[in-house]
């Protein structure tokens, strides 16, 4: 099926009013702190975390608990601690919380250590299975039931990873599943991390799980797809970079890696939509992107890679948040974030800027129809049907409908977004308003029954649009 085919009909809009106001936003998310420094006494600093946050605009922070001593559990709870209150841009900070599964244990001894923190009020240690891993860090249900407790303690400790948690069904079968869950006791969401595929065959993680943390590799479409030998494949990697793709022999996963992954953009939406079919209804879809390269695959993903997989990942609806891969900060200054800046914490800025935003601005967003749902950003406003036109800003009516015509770099010649198929009659001009109704009896006698919803408002984007909705579409 190709990307300019796709029409998502799964797609829904979630309000996450409990996180950012009264409107849709999303969870942006920063994760893992291991390269972060720590003060004289071996902790985390807390201050400087926050203002890393505060400069990316993300709302939410990951926590890896890595560790041989459980030190990073106790700078985890005192992170929770000093951050109850937490706004960041407007929206309530979130905490996650990830586990290191079986699979990435080191020498027996570096795993999910749990230890015992002054700052609750039970006893860490005393609910873990000693014999389960080292100090009990893998018994997954001696740690749901403590992070349920915390979920109790610290509203905003919003769901807990585990990480390779697809790749480790043996251990996470359907009983334990249901053991880990019940002790959470709804608090604290599970959604651990997922790689493409398990679904389809095993349907119970999904129904055992409140969401997943989809990390895109181009699993579907296959490596080879990226490889620097299949010259026909790799041309547009190439030309967009205006580089060699050349992923080592050794690298496993060639879509991850340098200028090689830009070719694999396009897929994106196709699997999201698989993992948005297989899923339960209201079952939240996070997609993680690699910053940092894979192990097997230097160098890290190019810098355009980064920018339009996380652009493209925020713009499709039934994405309620993305997770970076690992923690970026950038360099500099606010003022040396350049737009179009390369370096990969400046793009995260921009990127996750773009969505931290005001109610007014938000809902502007949410105007690109169904069928070409990805907006161009940051500074334009224009409706694509496909993330690889993000760059030229899909500079054809074949791809692309203006939101506002000649403003905001949108071309004057470029069509105005249309109305969606469940509102098709428009009325209204550019200047004034263009509205969308549900009959042909429409403007000036306001759609006969309420039944439209606002197109664009007017030139200035902040406008209202006289008390209508904007237009939005979930129903084909």
Same mark, same amino acid.
Not at 192 to 207: K, S, V
Not at 427 to 441: R, V, W
């Given at each position: 099926?190709?990307?300019?085919?796709?029409?998502?009909?799964?797609?829904? %809009?979630?309000?996450?009013?409990?996180?950012?106001?009264?409107?849709?936003?999303?969870?942006?998310?920063?994760?893992?702190?291991?390269?972060?420094?720590?003060?004289?006494?071996?902790?985390?600093?807390?201050?400087?975390?926050?203002?890393?946050? /505060?400069?990316?605009?993300?709302?939410?922070?990951?926590?890896?608990?890595?560790?041989?001593?459980?030190?990073?559990?106790?700078?985890?709870?005192?992170?929770?601690? %000093?951050?109850?209150?937490?706004?960041?841009? !407007?929206?309530?900070?979130?905490?996650?919380?990830?586990?290191?599964?079986?699979?990435?244990?080191?020498?027996?001894?570096?795993?999910?250590?749990?230890?015992?923190?002054?700052?609750?009020?039970?006893?860490?240690?005393?609910?873990?299975?000693?014999?389960?891993?080292?100090?009990?860090?893998?018994?997954?249900?001696?740690?749901?039931?403590?992070?349920? /407790?915390?979920?109790?303690?610290?509203?905003?400790?919003?769901?807990?990873?585990?990480?390779?948690?697809?790749?480790?069904?043996?251990?996470?079968?359907?009983?334990?599943?249901?053991?880990?869950?019940?002790?959470?006791?709804? /608090?604290?969401?599970?959604?651990?991390?997922?790689?493409?595929?398990?679904?389809?065959?095993?349907?119970? %993680?999904?129904?055992?799980?409140?969401?997943?943390?989809?990390?895109?590799?181009?699993?579907?479409? !296959?490596?080879?797809?990226?490889?620097?030998?299949?010259?026909?494949?790799?041309?547009?990697?190439?030309?967009?970079?205006?580089?060699?793709?050349?992923?080592?022999?050794?690298?496993?996963?060639?879509? %991850?890696?340098?200028?090689?992954?830009?070719?694999?953009?396009?897929?994106?939406?196709?699997?999201?939509?698989?993992?948005?079919?297989?899923?339960?209804?209201?079952?939240?879809?996070?997609?993680?992107?690699?910053?940092?390269?894979?192990?097997?695959?230097?160098?890290?993903?190019?810098?355009?890679?980064?920018?339009?997989?996380?652009?493209?990942?925020?713009?499709?609806?039934?994405?309620?948040?993305?997770?970076?891969?690992?923690?970026?900060?950038?360099?500099?200054?606010?003022?040396?974030?350049?737009?179009?800046?390369?370096?990969? !914490?400046?793009?995260?800025?921009?990127?996750?800027?773009?969505?931290?935003?005001?109610?007014?601005?938000?809902?502007?967003?949410?105007?690109?129809?169904?069928?070409?749902?990805?907006?161009?950003?940051?500074?334009?406003?224009?409706?694509?049907?496909?993330?690889?036109?993000?760059?030229?800003?899909?500079?054809?009516?074949?791809? !692309?409908?203006?939101?506002?015509?000649?403003?905001?770099?949108?071309?004057?010649?470029?069509?105005?977004?249309?109305?969606?198929?469940?509102?098709?009659?428009?009325?209204?001009?550019?200047?004034?308003?263009?509205?969308?109704?549900?009959?042909?009896?429409?403007?000036?006698?306001?759609?006969?029954?309420?039944?439209?919803?606002?197109?664009?408002?007017?030139?200035?984007?902040?406008?209202?649009?006289?008390? /209508?909705?904007?237009?939005?579409?979930?129903?084909?």
């Amino acid at each position: 099926m190709s990307l300019s085919s796709l029409l998502f009909i799964f797609c829904t %809009l979630i309000t996450a009013s409990a996180y950012g106001g009264a409107y849709n936003t999303k969870i942006l998310v920063q994760y893992d702190q291991q390269a972060f420094p720590k003060n004289a006494k071996n902790q985390i600093n807390i201050t400087s975390t926050i203002q890393l946050l /505060r400069d990316t605009h993300a709302n939410s922070f990951s926590f890896l608990l890595w560790s041989t001593t459980g030190e990073e559990y106790l700078d985890f709870v005192r992170m929770l601690s %000093l951050t109850s209150n937490l706004t960041i841009d !407007g929206v309530q900070f979130t905490m996650w919380l990830t586990l290191i599964p079986p699979t990435e244990v080191q020498n027996n001894t570096k795993c999910s250590v749990p230890a015992d923190s002054s700052l609750t009020s039970f006893n860490e240690t005393s609910l873990f299975n000693m014999s389960l891993g080292y100090r009990g860090c893998q018994d997954y249900v001696g740690w749901a039931d403590v992070i349920g /407790r915390l979920g109790l303690l610290y509203p905003h400790l919003y769901a807990v990873n585990i990480d390779d948690f697809s790749s480790n069904t043996r251990t996470f079968t359907e009983k334990y599943l249901t053991s880990i869950r019940s002790k959470l006791e709804g /608090r604290v969401r599970l959604i651990p991390t997922f790689y493409y595929g398990p679904l389809e065959t095993q349907h119970y %993680l999904g129904r055992l799980t409140d969401g997943v943390l989809f990390y895109f590799r181009n699993d579907r479409e !296959g490596q080879q797809q990226c490889r620097s030998t299949n010259s026909s494949l790799n041309a547009v990697a190439v030309a967009s970079s205006n580089s060699t793709c050349n992923a080592p022999v050794a690298c496993t996963k060639p879509c %991850l890696c340098g200028t090689c992954a830009d070719y694999s953009l396009r897929n994106l939406p196709t699997e999201v939509n698989d993992f948005a079919t297989a899923l339960p209804d209201g079952h939240l879809i996070f997609v993680g992107i690699y910053f940092t390269g894979y192990s097997s695959c230097p160098p890290s993903p190019s810098s355009t890679y980064n920018r339009q997989v996380l652009e493209a990942a925020l713009a499709l609806p039934s994405v309620h948040g993305a997770t970076i891969y690992t923690t970026k900060q950038p360099i500099g200054l606010a003022s040396d974030c350049e737009m179009g800046s390369k370096d990969k !914490g400046c793009i995260v800025r921009e990127v996750f800027g773009h969505w931290n935003r005001t109610d007014a601005a938000l809902a502007v967003d949410l105007t690109c129809p169904a069928s070409k749902p990805f907006i161009v950003s940051p500074g334009k406003q224009i409706c694509c049907d496909q993330t690889s036109s993000l760059a030229s800003g899909c500079l054809d009516d074949t791809h !692309g409908c203006c939101l506002f015509p000649g403003a905001f770099g949108c071309p004057i010649d470029m069509p105005v977004c249309f109305c969606p198929s469940n509102k098709p009659f428009k009325y209204g001009n550019a200047k004034g308003g263009l509205y969308c109704c549900a009959n042909n009896q429409g403007f000036p006698s306001k759609c006969v029954g309420g039944n439209e919803c606002c197109l664009v408002p007017g030139i200035d984007p902040m406008l209202g649009c006289q008390n /209508r909705s904007y237009c939005t579409e979930t129903n084909f």
